[in-house]
Nanobody, 125 residues
Framework: QVQLAESGGGLVQAGGSLRLSCAAS????????TGWFRQAPGKEREFVAA????????IYADSVKGRYTCSRDNAKNIVYLQMNSLKPEDTAVYYC??????????????????WGQGTQVTVSS
């Protein structure tokens, strides 16, 4: 079993940047693809980004492409989400999750096995 903990959220002005971290314990994170999702109040959880277990492949939602970058440091057992040029519509609770599937990266929340508790990101206008 994997325990995930997100950190790095906070309040930032539009145009600013934040870097989220997803730290794992229990098992090595390098065994899994890792995804980022977000959920705004009153909305469904949506896919943001994912990175392969080795870090060579990434995919992004169209809404964040070019602004967000997902990376990982398997030696530290951490996955990062660098968020630049933030917009008020990026405000949400951000979650990381693991996917044990070794094929194509997936965008569906139900494909992911373990989830963190989330970290709040608030972007003011």
């Amino acid at each position: 079993q994997v325990q995930l903990a997100e950190s790095g959220g906070g309040l930032v002005q539009a145009g600013g940047s934040l870097r989220l971290s997803c730290a794992a314990s229990g098992r090595t994170l390098s065994s899994y693809a890792t995804g980022w999702f977000r959920q705004a109040p009153g909305k469904e959880r949506e896919f943001v980004a994912a990175i392969s277990w080795g870090g060579s492949m990434t995919i992004y939602a169209d809404s964040v492409k070019g602004r967000y970058t997902c990376s990982r440091d398997n030696a530290k057992n951490i996955v990062y989400l660098q968020m630049n040029s933030l917009k008020p519509e990026d405000t949400a609770v951000y979650y990381c999750a693991t996917d044990s599937y070794r094929g194509l990266l997936r965008r569906t929340a139900s494909s992911y096995d373990y989830w963190g508790q989330g970290t709040q990101v608030t972007v003011s206008s």
